[in-house]
């Protein structure tokens, strides 16, 4: 029953959270030595934390202007119940979910389709975070940058290797978020993640209060890759085991383009 709440919780409170930090973009950690380190303990690079964090965030797959917007029948899995609907993206990406009994799962599909917009939405890095500054905290064991962001929302603290971001770590509120990347795609015109876990966390204490695991694939249908499942695996630290089995399965079948006006 906690998990059950805990989940609950997490899964309508994550869109507040991307939208807050949508500047990331979630890749796979990949093997690397450490980088060289100067005398003062700072990697050896020529390039700024700027140029590097904007390096990685132009690398991100993203759709295009010309994104059509599309339709999609859903199937969701939740809490052991089976939930049959339909879905809509437009092409100004606004999400509508219809034909849904329950109105906590037609907006959990509504989250979940906003979350993955936020991602392939394109927007120019300087649109984004002109104002924010940024600091270069050295390497991690595995050669990735360590990078502080600060800006009008806020401290953010990033891992970048190879041009891509790997690991970002925000606290907003009452919450400490850390995501990780496992698993990624590099379609043409950049990277797509396809298995990440967040991590929340209590800011004070550091407690954690739950892990969810994500596994997605995409497929490209028409000139874009879209998603046609996500499975997320929700774990209370007090019961581990439950990561074992998934409990919230969603499908997109029968994805079709959307005609401009």
Do not use: C
Not at 90 to 113: A, E, I, R, W
Request: charged share 25%; net charge neutral.
């Amino acid at each position: 029953m906690m998990l059950r709440k805990l989940k609950r919780f997490f899964l309508a409170w994550s869109v507040s959270l991307l939208l807050a930090i949508a500047s990331f973009s979630w890749v796979a950690p990949v093997q690397a030595g450490p980088m060289p380190i100067d005398d003062q303990g700072q990697p050896k690079t020529q390039l700024s934390a700027r140029d590097i964090f904007r390096d990685a965030y132009e690398q991100r797959y993203t759709w295009n202007e010309k994104f059509p917007g599309y339709q999609a029948e859903v199937s969701l899995k939740y809490d052991g119940q089976l939930y049959h609907g339909l879905a809509q993206v437009s092409p100004d990406f606004q999400v509508t979910v219809k034909n849904m009994d329950d109105p906590d799962v037609s907006q959990l599909v509504k989250n979940q389709l906003q979350m993955e917009i936020i991602h392939r939405r394109q927007i120019a890095f300087g649109d984004r975070h002109d104002q924010d500054t940024y600091a270069l905290d050295g390497t991690d064991k595995d050669g990735a940058f360590e990078i502080q962001e600060t800006g009008d929302n806020g401290e953010s603290r990033y891992k970048v290797r190879d041009k891509k971001i790997v690991q970002v770590n925000r606290t907003l509120g009452s919450m400490a978020v850390t995501v990780d990347s496992l698993e990624f795609i590099t379609p043409a015109g950049g990277y797509l993640t396809e298995h990440f876990q967040t991590t929340f966390r209590d800011p004070k204490g550091k407690e954690v209060l739950l892990t969810q695991d994500v596994t997605d694939s995409h497929e490209k249908i028409g000139n874009y890759y879209l998603l046609t499942n996500r499975t997320i695996r929700s774990s209370d630290p007090k019961q581990p085991k439950q990561l074992n089995e998934a409990d919230t399965l969603i499908r997109f079948n029968n994805i079709q383009p959307l005609r401009r006006a």
